[in-house]
């Protein structure tokens, strides 16, 4: 079966924010978030690093034909890192673009600079991270608008992390403005449906935005992160099905979100979660879970 991974982190160093305070690649999988040093991956990160080279051996050790690279400010800003190694792996990487939103229309020169260019795509927010040092910022402020008319100029894909009830209403808000946006909700629905214990209003919420909107799309990783569960995952399981049944095949991919998720499984047992695990999912949609779909939306072009 065709397997692509629509989020994969690399980064040769750590340079993020997070907490208000940044953080830094120290060695063997920590990183230090302002004073304190904390384990952040396996130790076998020797250098806290997370290559292109890593990532393709293990993409090639567990059967994953292709990987979208994910930003995310928690880690820091990596453009450049991403377009070497989409460079170096063109048959098997794509890389998805970040800049910083709050620079309003400055931040859409640069975007349109990168579409351009044409060696990344699409943009990323990660609610928290990207709103750091602006928390009281929302996605549909007006100021942050010529990134939003960026993306939908290019046609271009947003990946969006949400963290609170008020993202899944602006969520709502922009899906129905930016037709020619394809929003993918990262971790079905993340911290803004789970942590620890279910919002499961706000993830029905998720789930019909998604199912009524032929522009959105939802990732099935890292959910058992969100109820410290360890494999196999039968909390995740059945928040993963409650999905499929709900928006249908058409509208979900497989993702691992590594190589955090690292932490809590390994790559095997990540595409087993889906593969294996949703036995309430038949073999022919599980293949437009796994790759068919991604392939569609992100590489027959
Ligand atoms: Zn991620």
Redesign the pocket.
């Known amino acids: 079966m065709r397997i692509i991974d629509i989020?994969a982190?690399i980064y040769e160093k750590v340079a993020g924010i997070t907490q208000g305070q940044p953080m830094s690649s120290t060695r063997l999988g920590r990183v230090t978030i302002g004073n304190q040093e904390v384990q952040f991956l396996p130790p076998s990160f020797e250098k806290s690093q997370s290559t292109a080279e890593t990532l393709i051996a293990y993409m090639d050790w567990c059967g994953i034909e292709k990987a979208l690279l994910?930003p995310?400010p928690y880690y820091g800003y990596h453009n450049s890192y991403f377009i070497k190694a989409v460079k170096t792996y063109p048959d098997r990487l794509r890389g998805v673009a970040l800049v910083d939103i709050l620079k309003g229309e400055q931040a859409a020169r640069e975007l349109s600079v990168i579409y351009d260019e044409g060696l990344l795509f699409g943009f990323k927010i990660e609610v928290n991270s990207t709103f750091q040092c602006a928390p009281q910022k929302r996605m549909t402020d007006s100021d942050l608008a010529p990134v939003w008319d960026c993306c939908n100029q290019y046609h271009q894909p947003v990946f969006i992390h949400l963290f609170k009830g008020c993202d899944i209403e602006d969520l709502a808000v922009l899906v129905k403005r930016y037709r020619n946006i394809r929003f993918v909700i990262?971790h079905m629905g993340a911290d803004a449906c789970f942590y620890q214990t279910a919002k499961t209003e706000n993830f029905e919420t998720v789930l019909s935005i998604t199912r009524d909107n032929s522009n959105v799309f939802i990732d099935t990783s890292t959910v058992p992160v969100y109820y410290q569960e360890e494999y196999p995952f039968p909390t995740s399981i059945a928040i993963i099905e409650k999905a499929y049944k709900i928006v249908g095949p058409e509208k979900m991919m497989w993702a691992s979100?590594y190589p955090?998720m690292l932490n809590h499984a390994t790559m095997k047992q990540l595409i087993n979660l889906v593969l294996n695990g949703c036995a309430k999912i038949p073999p022919n949609h599980k293949e437009l879970i796994m790759g068919k779909n991604a392939q569609h939306l992100f590489f027959d072009n």
């Open positions: 989020h982190h994910m995310n990262c979100d955090g």
